[in-house]
């Protein structure tokens, strides 16, 4: 049925790259967003401007609340869901030795991993995220559990079994064979790639071909990998990975990627060119659907060369600040035109609200040193959670703004819910000119938003509920 909800509207509106956002901020205060009964989006803009047609329509209405589109994480961890704020010293690769690669063997525990996915879920809706590119369990069972629940509750998802065929000790629960990886990863795009319609331009379940970084699989497996990911291009499957994240000398990520396949650069490995000294050997993995996680110590070429192929960018400040990962530099790496999206990396990170993404953007960047510090404007940082997440996952067109035809996906923000957002939508400063009182709002409410601060989480138009108890 046809529905008019009633708030202070943000969006981005048209297609703008990162640099333009602020162009394209549309701010409604007395906004109406009306949803047909097909969940997309028949009208957007002043509720006295409501067409004629749709004033019949029942309304909902949110004020003094804010529709904004629904968020998107471009990076998270499903067999991380319980492993938040986990300690055992050390950066990246002594935490995944010490805290992750127990923490996801536990997912080889089929009741376990379905009690992870109900709350996976629940933590997204709670938190408004309405898509999700999610790095998935090394278990079959598990992706079954996410997928199933994901698709029970509505929720959209891009996620692919987590692909480990070398590593330490600690990683063997989760490794296989090289055989035995591809025909996984096979089967889980047969099994559930658009199962839920059968149709990529409108599903909201998809895959991906997910290892877990280059130096947990051989070069023989990236050549595989790239062959595989060649045939099922076509079909709109996805490729997603961490690429350089964290480069202590001697023992980080990227130091260890370049000793084992002695490559020019980290992202050489995803490009086919994973052979000594950056020698092509098999096909590339990069491309409008690919998504790499972090970047935080790219060189210009490996920025020019994910602009060039239209690959994106998971920016996940929170999971760089609780790791010591460092500062992915935002001048450089906007000014490659590469575009970048946000991401919780949950439990690297430890917050699941997008809105807290954001937030820690804007202080790790103004923090830069010397003229690379910039105070990011509030349309760059909506951009990030919501338009850049759609266009890296190539659905731009289906969702990420509000835009006429789009399907409605959005998310109530009540500032009464949360005192503190309250204090500053209701008390905080205001220019005198009207488009700086505009992003000072806008900035104040992604800054202070909160899970409590979520009032609706909503697809396609349809409100998504917490918990039920699932059945069968």
Partial sequence: MTRTHLGHIFHL???????????????????????????????????????????????????????????????????????????????????????????????ADPAFAKRAAVEFCDRRIASGTTAAMVFGSAFPHAQDALFAETQRRGLRIVSGRGIQTVGPKAAEPLMTSESDALRLVREEIDKW????????KTARLHVAVVPRFAIAVTAEMLKSLGELYDSVRDLGVYFHTHLNENNRPDTGEVAETKKI?????????????????????????????????????????????????????AHCPVSQQFLGSGTMPWLR???????????????????????????????????????????????EMLFLGTLGGARALDMEDRFGNFDVGKEADFVVIDPNRTPALKAVITQGVRSDDPAMARDQTLFGLLMSTRETSIAGTYVQGRRLAPAQPATG
């Fill in 193 to 200: 790639h658009a199962a839920d319609t059968g149709d990529v």
């Fill in 261 to 313: 396949f002695q490559v020019d650069t980290y992202l050489d490995t995803y490009d086919g060119r994973f052979l000594p000294g950056s020698k092509v050997g098999g096909p590339s993995m990069l491309g409008r659907r690919s998504v790499m996680a972090h970047a935080v110590h790219c060189q210009d070429s490996e920025l020019e060369r994910m602009s060039e192929t239209g690959t994106s960018i």
């Fill in 333 to 379: 790496t906007v000014a490659s035109g590469v575009n970048i999206a946000a991401g919780t990396d949950f439990g690297g990170g430890d917050e699941w609200p997008i809105p807290q993404v954001l937030a820690a953007a804007f202080k790790v960047h103004i923090s830069e040193p010397g003229d690379a510090g910039v105070s990011m404007h509030p349309a």
């Fill in 13 to 107: 509106t048209g297609a703008p790259p990162l640099s333009e956002a602020g162009a394209a901020l549309v701010s409604i205060p007395q906004g109406a967003l009306v949803v047909g009964d097909d969940g997309k989006v028949a009208f957007c803009g002043e509720r006295a401007e409501i067409p004629l047609k749709y004033r019949s329509a029942p309304v909902s209405d949110h004020r003094p609340g804010f529709l904004l589109p629904g968020f998107v994480d471009s990076h998270v961890h499903f067999p991380q869901t319980f492993a938040g704020d986990s300690y055992n010293g050390g950066q990246l690769l002594e935490w995944l030795t010490g805290c992750m690669y127990p923490s996801e063997a536990r997912f």
